[in-house]
């Protein structure tokens, strides 16, 4: 039987009451009916269909700010599983979503920086799109130059969780930034130092919070 079936089958047991069998409407354990049990009794999206929708509600001119960041939070949310993440590519969201990091809305690039360090986070195959994609110019960008603070600190994020253990990304981010950030021979880092890696970006996180824009 499947999992799902299987819960929602003993929610139904555990809330009947012991003489006539009928479901005890307003048991405090109803609430444990788990979202996976009712989808599978009702049919519900799949992660897939929740991500296609999320980036169709991102991009749509039609949907407004608080709702477009409702379906980033989502989105952000599905991509922690690896799976999701690399699923971005097969769906077709990675250009969309690599778009979205130079919205006018800064929550929006904030938003889209977030949901790119999560995808990317300890994933070869996410990176590589990350670096396809030419996202580490623009991610650097804003992590030196966006006027809000909260997306250079996502900026800075979402370049750690790409070039860690990802030589070529790193390589890329190397030849960009600023020697004195990067305080060694750019020849001399390798993505699987985490110290150096560590430092690199406490140098870039460092300089992004001094920053006085406008």
């Not at 009947?16 to 599978?40: I, M």
């Not at 250079?152 to 030849?175: D, F, I």
Request: charged share 20%; hydrophobic share 45%; net charge negative.
């Amino acid at each position: 039987m499947d999992p799902g079936m299987n819960h929602l089958l003993k929610w139904g047991i555990e809330n009947s009451d012991a003489s006539g069998g009928e479901p005890l409407a307003e048991s405090a354990s109803a609430n444990r009916l788990n979202a996976e049990a009712l989808a599978a009794l009702l049919g519900g999206p799949s992660d897939a269909e929740l991500m296609n929708a999320s980036m169709k509600a991102i991009t749509s001119a039609d949907v407004t700010l608080d709702n477009k960041l409702t379906a980033f939070d989502n989105l952000e949310q599905l991509v922690e599983t690896i799976d999701n993440a690399n699923n971005l590519e097969i769906l077709g969201l990675w250009t969309p979503l690599v778009q979205q990091l130079q919205n006018e809305e800064s929550e929006l690039r904030r938003m889209a920086a977030w949901c790119i360090g999560t995808a990317v986070q300890n994933n070869p195959k996410a990176q590589e799109r990350l670096l396809v994609l030419e996202a580490i110019p623009t991610l650097l960008n804003l992590a030196l130059s966006d006027p809000a603070p909260n997306v250079r600190q996502k900026a800075v994020y979402a370049l750690s969780s790409g070039v860690r253990n990802y030589q070529p990304s790193l390589n890329v981010l190397l030849r960009l930034l600023p020697e004195q950030l990067i305080g060694r021979s750019a020849a001399a880092v390798d993505a699987g130092d985490m110290g150096a890696i560590d430092q690199i970006m406490t140098n870039l996180r460092e300089r992004s919070k001094g920053l006085c824009l406008g």
